[in-house]
């Protein structure tokens, strides 16, 4: 439509140099006296504007079809991005053919959160209000090249918790998307818990008939200021990875490799134990994995601070066994008077007995 007005104002202008009549312009269309011009003149004005207006039209269409012809895209990654916990990782988001994003508003979000934003530039500036407070403080856009059209995410200290799908979205061109799958794995893992790279895992029990339950968590024992929980699954169809997060996200480690007996009816049972320190949440995180249907259920549980502790001091344990040892000496010696006098009595009535013939 700008390419229209455009037009008919330069026209209408290039009209009152060349011919001299006098015109009132109204918006785009300059509109002739009309007071002082004959019904032919006026005839003849009207069909001018009239092929004006196709030649407006026509302008319009051809620039309509040029804009179809190399539309703006939002392209990202075709191949998963690779993260390891603790590093940093880039998303790729570009606009194609390359057009500035300056002016643009950008959102990256994570469908499966609440709230799903992980990243806001609105207005020429972040706008991070209702970002997702797990992400607060790691993530950024490369502010220097947006102006190229690249709108790539940048996350720092990458978590487990981040893997998964992304979603690159610009509402002011047409509300184009395109999403991009992170894989985040830890560095050094150990082959018998998850790998370095692992597919974005979330909850497919709707989806995926089979698919393992909430895992039991609970707590066993305790042990020198350690405690000891147990994670078990069972009645799995397909082949299950348990493991034991902390609030930071990191993997621990196991006290025993994992075991995956069948049942008699052929269904997975997975019992593993994990000794753990106080931490300064100390919410810890069960976890069930079934890679081959990319599925994840967890259970948390917070371990109260006195759980951490010793059962008594070293000092009450001195004096507990102190104080014992005296009650038990007591009660022995009581025991034994009580016997003694007993017998003694026993004693004297034989020998009254025996002195009066009885």
């Not at 032919?40 to 309509?64: D, I, K, P, T």
């Not at 009645?235 to 997060?245: A, C, I, T």
Request: glycine residues 8%; aromatic residues 8%; hydrophobic residues 40%.
């Amino acid at each position: 439509m700008l390419l229209c007005m455009r037009y008919l104002l330069f026209t209408t202008f290039l009209e009152q140099i060349l011919i001299g009549n006098a015109y009132t312009s109204v918006g785009c269309v300059a509109l002739p006296m009309l007071k002082k011009m004959k019904d032919y003149r006026m005839r003849g004005v009207v069909g001018h504007l009239f092929n004006r207006w196709v030649v407006c039209l026509f302008l319009e269409l051809q620039s309509a079809v040029s804009s179809a012809d190399h539309p703006v895209l939002v392209v990202g990654s075709t191949d998963p991005v690779r993260g390891i916990v603790g590093g940093d990782v880039i998303l790729p988001c570009f606009l194609r053919p390359t057009t500035s994003a300056v002016e643009e508003s950008v959102e990256w979000q994570r469908p499966v959160l609440e709230p799903k934003e992980v990243h806001l530039y609105r207005d020429c500036s972040d706008d991070n209000v209702i970002q997702n407070p797990s992400y607060s403080g790691r993530t950024s856009l490369f502010r220097e090249e947006l102006k190229n059209g690249n709108v790539s995410l940048k996350l720092t200290n990458v978590k487990l918790s981040d893997a998964g799908n992304y979603t690159c979205y610009i509402p002011t061109l047409g509300h184009q998307k395109t999403t991009i799958e992170l894989y985040v794995g830890e560095d050094g893992t150990p082959s018998s818990s998850l790998q370095p790279t692992q597919p974005p895992l979330k909850d497919q029990s709707w989806e995926v008939r089979g698919a393992a339950p909430r895992p039991w968590l609970s707590i066993v024992r305790t042990k020198d200021k350690e405690v000891v929980l147990k994670c078990e699954a069972e009645g799995l169809v397909y082949k299950p990875e348990l493991v034991l997060l902390n609030s930071k996200g990191t993997i621990l480690p196991a006290d025993e490799p994992i075991e995956r007996p069948l049942d008699s009816e052929g269904l997975y049972t997975v019992t593993r134990y994990f000794t753990v320190q106080k931490t300064a949440t100390n919410v810890f995180t069960c976890q069930v994995q079934q890679l081959e249907i990319k599925h994840m259920r967890e259970t948390q549980i917070h371990v109260p601070d006195k759980m951490f502790q010793e059962e008594y001091p070293l000092g009450w344990k001195v004096g507990i066994g102190f104080l014992g040892a005296v009650v038990g000496a007591v009660v022995g010696a009581v025991v034994g008077a009580v016997v003694g006098a007993v017998h003694a009595e026993k004693r004297g009535r034989n020998q009254w007995r025996v002195c009066s013939g009885l």
